[in-house]
Every structure is written in structure tokens, then in C-alpha cells.
Nanobody, 123 residues
Framework: QLQLAESGGGLVQPGGSLRLSCAASGFTLHYYATSWFRQAPGKEREGVSC????????NYADSVRGRFTVSRDNAKNTVYLHMNSLNPEDTAVYYCAAAFGPCSVREDEYDYWGQGTQGTVSS
């Protein structure tokens, strides 16, 4: 079965950190550009970050640049999103998605999606 599975979400205080994981099964993730999207309550889903298949191109939304870092571990078939200096506006369900092509902001260009993991920033 071809699928992505996110993990690592949880509750963290403002200023804290979380590391999200996106593990692929049934296919080789490093052949795909992998993006992180998020959807906050009452808002549309938005792109957060993307790492190209080769890993040499990293994209970030302005709202997270300098605080979030995307990386991949090909041996583990996994992409990570390291999130630091979190604030309540980062509260959302975080999704990873894989595209057999370049990074894109268009959700319809992604071939596989995970189910999402909740990240909540609150004191």
C-alpha cells in the first residue's frame, strides 16, 4: 500500500519546538518533492515548506522562514519538519504531500497525502 504517515504533533508552549515526521511506505520518497501544508481552524490549507527530490532546493512560507527547517533522511524514507520558536498562530493540522516533480504550491500536483497530525501551541 502506497501511503504517507505523519507523526510528531502534540501540545507545546509558545516558544517551544516540535519535530514532525513524514514516513513513506510502498514507494521511494526521495524520488518525490515533499511539501508540508497546514490548516488552521477556520482557515484554508496553506503551504509551509517544500524540499525537492534531490534535497538541494528548500522553500519556506514567509511566516515560518527562519523558524522551520525541512530535511530528509533517504535511508529512513522520511522527511522531517523541525519547528522552532512556535507561537499560537502555528496551531494547525500539518499534512505532508509528495509530488513526482518539482515543489509546487498547487495541491492538485501532489500524488500522495498523509492524514495529518495536530500541532497545538498554547500556554
Amino acid at each position: 500500500q502506497l501511503q504517507l504517515a505523519e507523526s510528531g504533533g502534540g501540545l507545546v508552549q509558545p516558544g517551544g519546538s516540535l519535530r514532525l515526521s513524514c514516513a513513506a511506505s510502498g514507494f521511494t520518497l526521495h524520488y518525490y518533492a515533499t511539501s508540508w501544508f497546514r490548516q488552521a481552524p477556520g482557515k484554508e490549507r496553506e503551504g509551509v515548506s517544500c524540499i525537492s527530490s534531490s534535497g538541494d532546493r528548500l522553500n519556506y512560507a514567509d511566516s515560518v522562514r527562519g523558524r522551520f527547517t525541512v530535511s530528509r533522511d533517504n535511508a529512513k524514507n522520511t522527511v522531517y519538519l523541525h519547528m522552532n520558536s512556535l507561537n499560537p498562530e502555528d496551531t494547525a493540522v500539518y499534512y505532508c504531500a509528495a509530488a513526482f516533480g518539482p515543489c509546487s504550491v498547487r495541491e492538485d500536483e501532489y500524488d500522495y497525502w498523509g492524514q495529518g497530525t495536530q500541532g497545538t501551541v498554547s500556554s
